[in-house]
């Protein structure tokens, strides 16, 4: 079996996709805590060593580095049959919503997270905006899983894993209580979270945390 080494930080949600679907597949994996805060990644020498694209996170299967969280995804769920698509048409539905999320859903809601609860003075104008464009998008899935139970369909994939990620995290720092603002959302949070073998992202990721500004 490989060996997996994940580098991250515990506020990073796409470090969550990747060690919740290590979990998931049953492997296990040596965590390697990144300073972001720190800006490590920004460093000419953590960009050659570990990622050339400056990004977390990175996994090392067999010491061979992986990047892209969606393509990692993707390729695990191929590698131990889990959460991937078992036919043509639910395999286009998970990149689908794969894609979507990456272009749409986590990007906006990394940003405005890690801008409104990780930085001491953020531009209002520029929380406005990105609030203003992840209401939308949330509305868009809110009407989605109230409609179906997981993303692709009536089983869950890495769709839902990546979706779930940066959403899942405590309402002080995503600025949103879904349970009131998007019940079927919040519903949909508590079919993944039942899975066998979840865990949250402060659980399967430790070391040191960023500081809270609100």
């Known amino acids: 079996m490989p ?14 996709k990747l060690a919740l679907m290590l979990t998931f597949c049953g492997q296990s994996f040596e ?15 953590w960009r050659q060593a570990v990622n050339e694209m400056g990004e ?8 061979v580095r992986l990047t892209q969280t969606a393509p990692i995804l993707l390729k695990l769920a191929e590698q131990y049959g889990r959460l991937g698509g078992e036919n043509a048409a ?16 986590t990007g906006y809601m990394a940003t405005y997270r890690f801008l409104r609860t990780f930085t001491p003075s953020p531009d209002p104008n520029v929380l406005k905006f990105l609030r203003r464009r992840l209401d939308d998008f949330l509305g868009i899935l809110e009407r989605h899983v109230g409609e179906h139970a997981f993303a ?6 890495v769709a839902d894993i990546s979706m779930i990620a940066y959403l899942h995290y405590p309402s002080q720092e995503t600025g949103y209580d879904f349970k009131t603002s998007h019940p079927a959302i919040d519903r949909w ?16 990721l430790p070391g040191k945390r960023l500081t809270h500004y609100v």
């Not at 997996?4 to 506020?11: A, G, K, M």
């Open 90 to 105: 639910e395999k286009f539905e998970v990149l689908r919503w794969l894609f979507w999320d990456n272009h749409k859903l």
């Open 152 to 157: 692709a369909g009536d089983r869950p994939t």
């Open 189 to 204: 949070l508590g079919r993944v979270a039942a899975l066998p073998g979840w865990r949250s992202a402060y659980d399967l």
């Open 31 to 45: 965590p390697v805590w990144t300073d972001f805060a720190g800006g490590v990644t920004r460093s000419a020498e």
């Open 3 to 16: 060996t997996y080494r994940l580098h991250y930080f515990p506020e990073s949600g796409n470090s969550y």
């Open 56 to 63: 977390i996170p990175v996994l090392e299967e067999d010491s």
